[in-house]
Protein backbone atom coordinates (compact mmCIF):
# COMPACT_ATOMS: atom_id res chain seq x y z
CA UNK A 1 0.00 0.00 0.00
CA UNK A 2 1.21 3.71 -0.67
CA UNK A 3 0.22 4.75 2.67
CA UNK A 4 -2.00 7.92 2.84
CA UNK A 5 -1.59 10.51 -0.32
CA UNK A 6 -2.38 13.86 0.24
CA UNK A 7 -1.77 16.52 -2.89
CA UNK A 8 -0.92 18.68 -3.15
CA UNK A 9 2.30 18.92 -1.35
CA UNK A 10 3.12 22.43 -1.57
CA UNK A 11 0.23 25.23 -2.37
CA UNK A 12 1.17 28.76 -2.22
CA UNK A 13 -1.88 31.41 -2.83
CA UNK A 14 -3.07 34.86 -2.20
CA UNK A 15 -5.16 35.97 0.10
CA UNK A 16 -8.90 35.48 -1.11
CA UNK A 17 -8.14 32.48 -2.99
CA UNK A 18 -10.04 29.15 -2.35
CA UNK A 19 -7.48 26.47 -1.44
CA UNK A 20 -8.56 23.04 -1.78
CA UNK A 21 -6.38 20.33 -0.35
CA UNK A 22 -6.90 16.41 -1.02
CA UNK A 23 -6.57 13.04 0.88
CA UNK A 24 -6.07 9.89 -0.37
CA UNK A 25 -6.69 7.26 2.78
CA UNK A 26 -4.89 4.05 3.49
CA UNK A 27 -7.33 1.52 1.67
CA UNK A 28 -10.07 -0.03 4.13
CA UNK A 29 -9.12 2.27 7.17
CA UNK A 30 -12.45 3.67 8.20
CA UNK A 31 -11.52 6.77 10.15
CA UNK A 32 -9.63 9.55 8.65
CA UNK A 33 -8.48 12.51 10.47
CA UNK A 34 -7.27 16.51 9.19
CA UNK A 35 -5.12 18.27 11.49
CA UNK A 36 -3.23 21.39 11.02
CA UNK A 37 -0.06 22.28 12.48
CA UNK A 38 1.76 25.80 13.19
CA UNK A 39 4.76 26.89 15.06
CA UNK A 40 2.59 28.62 17.83
CA UNK A 41 -0.04 26.25 18.25
CA UNK A 42 1.35 23.17 17.12
CA UNK A 43 -0.39 20.06 15.97
CA UNK A 44 -4.38 20.38 16.25
CA UNK A 45 -7.41 18.00 15.24
CA UNK A 46 -9.52 19.68 12.08
CA UNK A 47 -12.43 17.39 11.47
CA UNK A 48 -12.58 13.42 11.70
CA UNK A 49 -14.74 11.17 9.63
CA UNK A 50 -15.73 7.61 10.22
CA UNK A 51 -17.09 5.87 7.59
CA UNK A 52 -17.37 8.90 5.06
CA UNK A 53 -19.47 10.51 8.20
CA UNK A 54 -18.02 13.30 9.65
CA UNK A 55 -17.72 12.85 13.67
CA UNK A 56 -16.58 15.47 15.13
CA UNK A 57 -15.63 19.01 13.33
CA UNK A 58 -15.68 20.82 16.59
CA UNK A 59 -11.78 21.69 15.72
CA UNK A 60 -12.69 23.79 12.44
CA UNK A 61 -11.88 27.12 13.17
CA UNK A 62 -14.64 28.85 11.09
CA UNK A 63 -17.09 28.82 8.38
CA UNK A 64 -14.13 29.51 5.81
CA UNK A 65 -13.15 25.84 6.24
CA UNK A 66 -15.28 23.11 5.17
CA UNK A 67 -14.50 18.90 4.76
CA UNK A 68 -15.76 16.37 2.64
CA UNK A 69 -15.52 12.95 2.32
CA UNK A 70 -17.66 11.53 -0.71
CA UNK A 71 -16.23 8.00 -0.93
CA UNK A 72 -14.21 6.05 1.28
CA UNK A 73 -11.12 6.89 -0.74
CA UNK A 74 -11.25 10.25 -1.15
CA UNK A 75 -11.59 13.16 1.01
CA UNK A 76 -10.92 17.32 0.78
CA UNK A 77 -10.55 20.02 2.78
CA UNK A 78 -11.61 23.53 1.48
CA UNK A 79 -10.84 27.24 2.54
CA UNK A 80 -12.90 29.26 0.93
CA UNK A 81 -11.39 32.80 1.09
CA UNK A 82 -8.07 32.19 2.28
CA UNK A 83 -5.99 33.93 4.56
CA UNK A 84 -2.38 34.60 5.80
CA UNK A 85 -2.99 33.40 9.27
CA UNK A 86 -4.11 30.45 7.64
CA UNK A 87 -0.79 29.54 6.43
CA UNK A 88 0.41 25.98 8.35
CA UNK A 89 0.73 21.96 7.28
CA UNK A 90 -2.02 20.66 6.82
CA UNK A 91 -1.85 16.48 7.26
CA UNK A 92 -4.41 13.63 7.05
CA UNK A 93 -4.02 10.84 9.03
CA UNK A 94 -5.97 7.65 8.88
CA UNK A 95 -6.92 4.76 11.04
CA UNK A 96 -8.75 1.47 11.17
CA UNK A 97 -10.50 0.44 14.05
CA UNK A 98 -11.04 -2.59 15.66
CA UNK A 99 -7.33 -3.58 15.34
CA UNK A 100 -5.10 -4.57 18.43
CA UNK A 101 -3.34 -0.92 17.40
CA UNK A 102 -5.45 2.15 16.76
CA UNK A 103 -2.34 3.87 14.73
CA UNK A 104 -3.18 6.51 13.07
CA UNK A 105 -1.08 6.71 9.55
CA UNK A 106 0.45 10.79 8.51
CA UNK A 107 0.34 11.80 5.04
CA UNK A 108 3.14 13.89 3.82
CA UNK A 109 1.45 16.52 4.65
CA UNK A 110 0.17 19.81 2.72
CA UNK A 111 2.38 23.56 3.07
CA UNK A 112 0.07 26.22 3.03
CA UNK A 113 1.31 29.45 2.09
CA UNK A 114 -1.16 32.50 2.28
CA UNK A 115 0.49 35.57 0.90
CA UNK B 1 -2.08 24.98 30.95
CA UNK B 2 -1.76 23.18 28.70
CA UNK B 3 -3.71 19.69 29.29
CA UNK B 4 -0.78 17.75 27.66
CA UNK B 5 2.79 19.24 28.95
CA UNK B 6 6.19 17.74 27.21
CA UNK B 7 9.85 17.91 28.81
CA UNK B 8 11.91 19.17 27.61
CA UNK B 9 11.63 21.31 24.92
CA UNK B 10 14.60 20.71 23.65
CA UNK B 11 17.29 18.60 23.96
CA UNK B 12 21.06 17.88 22.52
CA UNK B 13 22.92 14.45 23.20
CA UNK B 14 25.73 13.01 22.06
CA UNK B 15 25.78 10.25 20.20
CA UNK B 16 24.90 6.97 22.31
CA UNK B 17 23.41 8.26 25.00
CA UNK B 18 20.09 7.05 26.82
CA UNK B 19 17.57 10.03 25.82
CA UNK B 20 14.40 9.98 28.17
CA UNK B 21 11.81 12.71 27.04
CA UNK B 22 8.48 12.77 29.24
CA UNK B 23 4.90 14.03 29.23
CA UNK B 24 2.60 14.70 31.71
CA UNK B 25 -1.55 15.10 30.77
CA UNK B 26 -4.39 16.38 33.28
CA UNK B 27 -7.14 14.92 31.72
CA UNK B 28 -8.45 11.03 31.45
CA UNK B 29 -7.27 9.08 28.91
CA UNK B 30 -8.00 5.82 26.96
CA UNK B 31 -4.83 5.88 25.21
CA UNK B 32 -1.61 7.82 24.96
CA UNK B 33 0.15 7.67 21.28
CA UNK B 34 4.18 8.85 20.93
CA UNK B 35 4.53 10.20 17.80
CA UNK B 36 8.22 11.13 15.46
CA UNK B 37 8.29 14.00 13.04
CA UNK B 38 11.13 13.76 10.83
CA UNK B 39 13.04 17.30 9.90
CA UNK B 40 11.35 16.78 6.38
CA UNK B 41 8.17 17.20 8.27
CA UNK B 42 6.70 13.61 7.84
CA UNK B 43 4.56 11.97 11.24
CA UNK B 44 5.48 8.33 12.42
CA UNK B 45 3.01 6.85 15.13
CA UNK B 46 5.64 5.03 17.35
CA UNK B 47 3.57 3.93 20.20
CA UNK B 48 -0.21 3.68 21.22
CA UNK B 49 -0.39 2.65 25.31
CA UNK B 50 -2.88 2.20 27.84
CA UNK B 51 -0.77 0.63 30.49
CA UNK B 52 2.52 -0.91 31.63
CA UNK B 53 5.48 -0.64 29.03
CA UNK B 54 6.07 -1.20 25.49
CA UNK B 55 9.59 -1.65 23.49
CA UNK B 56 10.51 -1.58 19.63
CA UNK B 57 14.34 -1.81 19.10
CA UNK B 58 15.94 0.89 21.11
CA UNK B 59 12.55 2.97 21.93
CA UNK B 60 10.89 2.22 25.11
CA UNK B 61 7.70 3.64 26.36
CA UNK B 62 6.14 3.43 29.83
CA UNK B 63 2.98 5.08 31.01
CA UNK B 64 1.97 5.58 35.06
CA UNK B 65 -1.54 5.98 34.89
CA UNK B 66 -1.98 6.93 38.39
CA UNK B 67 0.54 9.67 37.60
CA UNK B 68 -1.02 10.77 34.53
CA UNK B 69 2.83 10.80 33.05
CA UNK B 70 4.80 8.61 29.92
CA UNK B 71 8.27 8.60 29.67
CA UNK B 72 9.64 7.96 25.82
CA UNK B 73 13.39 6.67 26.07
CA UNK B 74 15.95 6.40 23.66
CA UNK B 75 19.12 3.84 24.15
CA UNK B 76 22.19 4.25 22.32
CA UNK B 77 21.17 7.12 20.68
CA UNK B 78 21.99 7.98 17.03
CA UNK B 79 22.26 11.26 14.73
CA UNK B 80 19.44 9.59 12.69
CA UNK B 81 16.75 9.81 15.79
CA UNK B 82 16.93 13.50 15.65
CA UNK B 83 13.38 14.34 15.24
CA UNK B 84 10.42 16.07 17.21
CA UNK B 85 8.99 13.85 19.42
CA UNK B 86 5.24 14.23 20.33
CA UNK B 87 3.35 12.69 22.71
CA UNK B 88 -0.93 12.71 22.43
CA UNK B 89 -3.47 11.37 24.54
CA UNK B 90 -7.02 10.18 23.47
CA UNK B 91 -9.44 11.81 25.55
CA UNK B 92 -11.35 9.16 27.67
CA UNK B 93 -15.59 9.78 26.92
CA UNK B 94 -14.27 12.01 24.02
CA UNK B 95 -14.28 11.77 20.60
CA UNK B 96 -12.58 8.21 19.00
CA UNK B 97 -10.14 10.47 17.90
CA UNK B 98 -10.05 13.54 19.08
CA UNK B 99 -6.40 13.51 19.99
CA UNK B 100 -4.89 15.96 22.16
CA UNK B 101 -1.01 16.73 21.46
CA UNK B 102 2.00 18.09 23.37
CA UNK B 103 4.07 20.83 21.81
CA UNK B 104 6.72 18.38 20.80
CA UNK B 105 10.09 17.54 22.08
CA UNK B 106 13.00 18.74 19.45
CA UNK B 107 15.74 16.03 19.70
CA UNK B 108 19.24 16.64 18.45
CA UNK B 109 21.59 13.76 19.02
CA UNK B 110 25.40 15.02 17.61
CA UNK B 111 28.06 12.48 16.16
Known amino acids: DAGVIQSPRHEVTEMGQEVTLRCKPI?????LFWYRQTMMRGLELLIYFNNNVPIDDSGMPEDRFSAKMPNASFSTLKIQPSEPRDSAVYFC?????????????FGPGTRLTVL | KNEVEQSPQNLTAQEGEFITINCSYS?????LHWLQQHPGGGIVSLFMLSSGKKKHGRLIATINIQEKHSSLHITASHPRDSAVYICAVSHYGGSQGNLIFGKGTKLSVKP
Open chain 2, 27 to 31: VGISA
Open chain 1, 27 to 31: SGHDY
Open chain 1, 93 to 105: ASSLLGSSYNEQF
